[in-house]
């Protein structure tokens, strides 16, 4: 990790950051980590937790962060890990609203989509980022600064079809960005987006990238190779860092070429 930038504005800021156990989460909990930040990330596996903790320990010089279990469509249990970080270190520098997930209910046609199906994609992948974002921004108010970090995709962007409320979602979080942006900008806050294309998280490797798919990926990016979730993860540092401090209302694309502009 020796060539990447270290940013000294993010030691000791305390990062908040949902989905961290894995994925794309995972791989910022850990940079954010060796960057020294004071980091919190929620997540509802236990057990990826505890093997993402047991690497970090082990990595010199890097901040140990904290778990705290979270299933991010419980408004109530996300509101209180919120106030307990907030609690804790006095305040949220940074804010990465990362969870999410396209599971096999999501992929459906929209002859196929339930109100009890269509009501679960909006819960796991847009509703909490509104509200957790809603819980942290007093504390940003206050102190006059903060980085928001919201987790997009090119999904909207191709446009993929087979998963229309996913979809619906990551186009939404745009325009949720833009408007963040302008509303809270007078406080000294940042709020951008980061969509990625296909990147190759476990969970994708298990579930997604079959020859099949991955034939298709390769013939629309420009990069002939997997992406990995530590990409990801080094645009996210940049965002949150003062080196972007200039940076608000924009949404980043890392997606390998996939899309033709940004």
């Known amino acids: 990790m020796d060539q990447y930038a270290t940013y000294p504005s993010l030691r000791g800021k305390t990062v908040l950051i949902t989905g961290g156990a894995e994925g794309i989460g995972a791989a910022s909990v850990e940079l954010f980590s060796r960057q020294g930040?004071?980091?919190?990330?929620?997540?509802?596996?236990?057990?990826?937790?505890?093997?993402?903790?047991?690497?970090?320990?082990?990595i010199p010089n890097a901040s140990q962060p904290t778990f705290m279990h979270c299933d991010v469509t419980d408004l109530a249990r996300l509101k209180e890990c919120a106030e307990?970080?907030?609690?804790?270190?006095?305040?949220?520098?940074v804010l990465l609203n990362n969870a999410g997930a396209a599971g096999v209910r999501s992929r459906v046609p929209t002859v196929g989509v339930t109100p009890e199906s269509f009501d679960e994609d909006i819960n796991v992948n847009l509703r909490h980022q509104f509200f957790l974002t809603q819980a942290v921004v007093p504390a940003m108010q206050k102190k006059g600064s903060g980085s928001i970090i919201n987790m997009g995709s090119i999904q909207w962007r191709i446009p993929a079809t087979g998963s229309p409320i996913y979809t619906l979602c990551k186009a939404a979080i745009m325009g949720m960005t833009r408007t963040h942006s302008k509303e809270f900008g007078k406080y000294g806050i940042r709020v951008n987006s980061v969509m990625p294309g296909a990147i190759a998280t476990q969970r994708q490797i298990d579930e997604v990238l079959t020859d099949e798919y991955r034939a298709t990926v390769m013939a629309a990016q420009?990069?002939?190779?997997?992406?990995?979730?530590?990409?990801?993860?080094?645009?996210?540092?940049?965002?949150?860092?003062d080196d972007s401090s200039a940076i608000t209302g924009s949404s980043y694309v890392a997606d390998g070429g996939w899309v033709s502009d940004t």
């Open 84 to 93: 307990e970080t907030i609690a804790d270190y006095g305040t949220v520098d």
């Open 37 to 58: 930040s004071n980091v919190v990330f929620l997540d509802y596996s236990e057990a990826s937790a505890q093997k993402l903790l047991d690497k970090i320990k082990d």
């Open 222 to 241: 420009s990069l002939q190779r997997d992406l990995v979730p530590d990409e990801i993860a080094r645009l996210i540092l940049f965002l949150a860092a």
